[in-house]
């Protein structure tokens, strides 16, 4: 068993990590009502209560009930219910059935919570519990659980844009926008490194870092704006085959609205939905809500392509802005998660997690493309210039726009 650490060394910044985190969810809740939270408006999204309810079940499972002497389920049935892929950990609920689960009502689930947070709490204060394992378990549920936090905000504007009403999650103003003049970043290519390093956390999928040679390419200052889109539509890019991929297209002719999610039109006028309500389209706001592809048929339309995530690696170091909002979208972080043309593989020389965490990231290796960088309801400090973000190319639900990628001449 690995050594305990000291006390004074690690615990009082990781618990308040723990408590700082953890509170975050319940504070995205604190204005939905018990009805809000308990929807399911498409099999991809999760009420808001389940949110809540899966990610204290990793704690209680991947800790208490593992490393805790004598430890008693809080519930019975609670594992059955709030487990989300692990096959390992046992049976699960349907996921296309969590919308129909009334009870445990709100209230009960946020026992659970409280409950769960102070049988842990109490448990780490001891200074023999908490070992170097027991700690990097702490910290990657605290970032499955930043994970959580953003598909909470994805899930709810569904489901909000469900309601004829069209209810606004937040009453905050949207920050207004300026035109941002297109340039391109050049790179001259050659053998570069990419993967994360040994400091600071990491998801198992970012690792080991490693080598990769690209040809010279260049990369857009900024990501496409919805008066860029505007273009593609009245130029008929929704009704072009031959921009599209043959599966993209099958998905396109299958579609009634021809164009992002949440846009529509009212009285002529292009309006979008947002967690601030129904608004006009601002004309310079990156477009958000697009699928893999449409990003590559409006990339084909453009006569660029979409960067490789190697490519968008290299260049996001080199302009790294970290925690730092730029509403026009022409940063890395902050905005968008931005489509790459990468399929979700492993690196050479991926390890999986051991245990049942190994079903966290390897086994969804197949059909899904890379997303880089973060976006707007991203956790304050779970961006990483690492992350590899991951979605099926139909899916756009989750806040993905682009940025533009084009060879470069080696002359």
Excluded at 44 to 50: F, G, H, I, Y
Excluded at 316 to 330: F, K
Aim: hydrophobic share 35%.
């Amino acid at each position: 068993m690995p050594k305990a650490q000291a006390a004074s060394s690690i615990q009082p910044t990781l618990l308040q990590s723990y408590t700082r985190v953890r509170q975050f969810s319940e504070q995205l809740c604190e204005t939905l009502t018990a009805e809000d939270a308990c929807i399911q408006s498409m099999p991809d999204v999760s009420p808001s209560k389940w949110h809540l309810a899966h990610t204290t079940w990793f704690f209680e499972q991947f800790i208490l009930a593992e490393s805790r002497k004598g430890y008693q389920p809080f519930h019975p049935q609670y594992a059955f219910l709030f487990n989300s892929y692990y096959i390992s950990k046992g049976e699960r609920h349907a996921r296309p059935e969590r919308g129909l689960l009334s009870r445990p009502t709100l209230q009960e689930i946020r026992q659970y919570r409280h409950a769960i947070d102070q049988q842990l709490l109490e448990w780490l204060s001891e200074p023999e519990a908490l070992t170097d394992e027991i700690a990097g378990l702490i910290t990657l549920g605290l970032n499955h659980e930043q994970q959580h936090q953003e598909l909470l905000l994805m899930d709810i504007k569904h489901v909000f844009s469900c309601n004829p009403l069209l209810p606004a999650f937040s009453d905050q103003p949207l920050l207004p926008t300026e035109p941002v003049e297109p340039t391109w970043q050049e790179h001259p290519g050659g053998l570069i490194d990419i993967g994360h390093t040994d400091e600071g956390f990491a998801f198992d999928n970012e690792q080991p870092r490693h080598k990769v040679w690209l040809e010279p390419f260049a990369l857009a200052n900024q990501l496409v704006s919805n008066s860029d889109w505007l273009t593609f539509i009245k130029d008929g890019g929704y009704e072009t085959a031959s921009l599209w991929l043959s599966e993209g297209w099958d998905w396109c002719q299958q579609q009634t609205h021809k164009a992002p999610l949440y846009w529509q039109k009212r009285d002529g006028q292009w309006m979008e939905f947002t967690l601030h309500g129904l608004q006009p389209l601002d004309p310079h706001r990156p477009v958000c809500h697009i699928n893999y592809y449409e990003a590559a048929a409006y990339a084909e339309w453009s006569g660029a392509r979409l960067p490789r995530e190697a490519e968008w690696e290299v260049l996001a170091e080199h302009n790294s802005c970290l925690h730092t909002l730029h509403p026009n979208g022409h940063d890395f972080f902050g905005q968008l998660w931005q489509w790459t043309a990468s399929p979700y593989q492993a690196y050479p020389g991926f390890k999986a997690l051991p245990g049942s965490l190994g079903e966290y990231n390897g086994k969804f290796m197949a059909s899904q493309m890379v997303l880089r960088g973060s976006a707007c309801i991203t956790p304050p400090g779970h961006e990483r210039l690492t992350y590899r973000n991951f979605f099926y190319p139909h899916q756009r639900w989750q806040f993905a726009g682009l940025r533009l990628a084009r060879d470069s001449s080696t002359d």
